[in-house]
């Protein structure tokens, strides 16, 4: 499918760069009235994955949207409640799931979450399948668009016909790169608040599960790749950090998708870099299709216009997923 490059700017003046663009929304957006009813659901490994669902409506709609948030978010950041608003004021039921030990409340194995552990994903997908929706689609956001297109690029042809689209913003398919890059000075920021919230969560584990997570001395660990190589990765049963990017990026996975899916992302993203898009795989794939806009950061696309509080994001979405 083609690759697009628009030249329409979407932010406005006032956020005129890509850190800007990023950081804004996700400090001043302010998305009211979504209500949520919470389902705690079993994991086979005798954990749990805290869903959150938003009805359109009184009665079930015909079409239900999985969300998948980003690292160390949740079902209630902003761009999160946002696509869940303009959604269901379209129609359609959300389910917006929680990563492991992001609902608010520890999960209780020694594993926490990963960009590629799509069982979990699998777990949401076939739970909501039982609800009776006669279609349902995907909506991932950083992190959660690498779930989403590795697990749509597992399931290949096999997928369940139920599954018709999926639709991914700023979207880390090459994991490593991105790691270097959130290293960089100029992403110090991203990289320590990512931080500040994984090593309470780890220290907490380590408390727990002594003989399985050990902390690393003071010092150590520094980055975002540390984190991974020190902890992700052993915790996780990969070898090292570059071998769980290496088994985990979508990238290695987007060839073998087969329903219609749009991947979103800003030339200006600070976190990941265009260049480290398979842009020769998506080119030359039947059913991937990449719009790449000149500006709107990571996970922001802040319209310079306001209509109704949504997002360029949001509206791009809901043009593509009610599309037939």
Known sequence: MPIIHTE????PKWLPNGHFQSIYP?????????????????TSDDDFLDLDWSYAKSTPSETLIILSHGLEGNSTRQYILGMVSVMNQAGNDCLAWNFRGCGGEMNSTARFYHSGATDDLELVIQHALTKGYLQIQLIGFSLGGNLTLKYLGETDREIDTR?????????????????????????????????????????????????????????????LYDFDHHYTAPI?????ADDYYEQCSSMHFVENISIP???????????????????????????VSLVITPDGGHCGFRPATLIDGCYWSERRALEFLSDN
């Open 26 to 42: 996700a400090l001043f957006r302010r998305v009211n009235g979504i209500k949520y009813y919470r389902e705690k659901i079993e």
């Open 8 to 11: 329409a700017l979407i932010s």
């Open 236 to 240: 996780h049963g990969f070898q090292s």
């Open 261 to 287: 899916t749009l991947i979103i992302h800003a030339k200006n993203d600070p976190i990941v870099p265009v260049e480290s898009l398979p842009l020769e795989i998506i080119r030359n794939h039947e059913d």
């Open 163 to 223: 599954i018709t689209k999926a639709m991914v913003f700023s979207v880390p398919m090459d994991l490593k790169a991105c790691s270097l890059a959130i290293i960089l000075p100029k992403n110090s920021v991203y990289m320590h608040r990512f931080l500040r919230s994984l090593h309470p969560k780890v220290r907490s584990k380590s408390a727990i599960f002594p003989d399985i997570i050990k902390m690393a001395d003071k010092g150590v660990v520094r980055t």
